[in-house]
């Protein structure tokens, strides 16, 4: 027996620690079989960064190792990696997605789970997702209240000008943006990647930015399809993980053509990975100064955009109800619309209304 079982008795979550690395290790060396089996010779094993997070070579394509495509997937699309949301689909039709569980883990509507019941998101889990053998969603909002990234989601009729609408709002400010077609097929998740952890109330408040940019543009259609963004929420609720998103090329979807990045003529990228590695990482404090330069601005600012003490005391309105300064009503001028279930302030004398 491995040496590593054979010392003093170990609590639960130290056993469960080793079964972790054991199941890793054997996913890598799966992995290798793979590759030995096709005939794929590995460019090179990606180290990895100062975070902590497996870093793919610089230019990843189609062609490329298995376990470079792993290591970019992974450094993009990160969540909580303690936890992840797996599909499922019952014979009468209802499907959604729940917290994948450890084998052996009570399962029940009312069941209270601990840290331990869950699986852990990893290589072999992303694995199974891009080869189609399941359905996978991450959790972006971290423990802490930071993120890696922000999605904004469209899914209803209309969504293919609506995300480009949002997409070209993302370019004056130098934010980069990545179209992904939904599993559906009738929507789209556009996608920003930050170079480093954020706060997830920055984030959401980017995504206002861009929001609001691009309803100014096109103050007479809107943005109908708009439903979200995820992160949904700015701080982890008392319960729960927050809400989930699925995740991108998903094996079987994408050979329905689902699940895939798109261009700005919505046509799918001939080399995935070769898009996905093209894929430039947001600054924090670049993110940090569009947010502010936008609400320095003013016209049509989220109300969640008050982060920052110069905005607070020069628009007191936007507090939040904590702080006991919001008003009930908005202040002379400007009127409260609301999108996707979020107010949104819009100035009355703005050329766009």
Not at 45 to 62: E, I, Q
Not at 181 to 207: K, M, Q
Request: charged fraction near 25%.
């Amino acid at each position: 027996m491995n040496g590593r079982l054979e010392d003093e008795p170990r609590g639960h979550a130290d056993i469960l620690a080793t079964v972790h690395e054991l199941k890793a290790e054997n996913d890598q060396l799966r992995l290798r079989i793979q590759e030995l089996e096709l005939g794929v010779v590995r460019d090179g094993a990606p180290n990895s960064g100062s975070d902590g997070a497996p870093r793919a070579d610089d230019h990843v394509s189609n062609d490329s190792s298995a376990e470079s495509k792993l290591a970019l997937y992974q450094s993009l699309f990160r969540g909580r990696d303690d936890v992840y949301a797996i599909r499922w689909q019952r014979t009468d039709g209802r499907a959604g997605y729940s917290p994948a569980l450890q084998p052996g883990a009570p399962r029940g509507r009312n069941v209270k789970h601990e840290p331990h019941d869950y699986l852990p998101f990893g290589p072999g889990v992303v694995r199974g997702h891009l080869t189609g053998n399941s359905t996978v969603g991450i959790y972006p909002l971290l423990r802490d209240d930071t993120c890696w990234l922000l999605a904004i989601d469209f899914d209803k009729d209309g969504w293919q000008k609506d995300v480009l609408a949002v997409a070209d709002a993302c370019e004056a400010p130098g934010i980069p943006a990545a179209i992904e077609r939904s599993r559906s097929g009738d929507g789209a998740h556009l996608w920003t990647f930050f170079a480093s952890l954020v706060a997830a109330s920055l984030a959401r408040n980017l995504g206002s930015v861009v929001l609001t940019k691009a309803l100014d543009r096109r103050y007479q259609i809107g943005l109908d399809s708009y439903d979200r963004l995820f992160p949904n929420q700015d701080t982890l609720p008392a319960r729960g993980f927050g809400n989930l998103i699925a995740l991108p090329l998903q094996g079987e979807s994408r050979r329905q053509g689902n699940t895939i990045f798109m261009d700005r003529s919505l046509e799918a990228f001939p080399d995935q990975w070769r898009f996905l590695s093209s894929i430039r990482r947001l600054e924090p404090s670049a993110a940090a100064s569009i947010v502010r330069d936008a609400a320095r601005a003013g016209g049509v600012v989220g109300l969640g955009a008050s982060w920052f003490d110069e905005e607070v005391e020069r628009q007191p309105w936007t507090l939040p109800p904590s702080r006991r300064r919001k008003s009930e009503t908005p202040p002379p001028g400007l009127a409260v619309t609301t999108l996707g279930g979020k107010g949104y302030v819009r100035n009355l004398a703005s050329p766009h209304g």
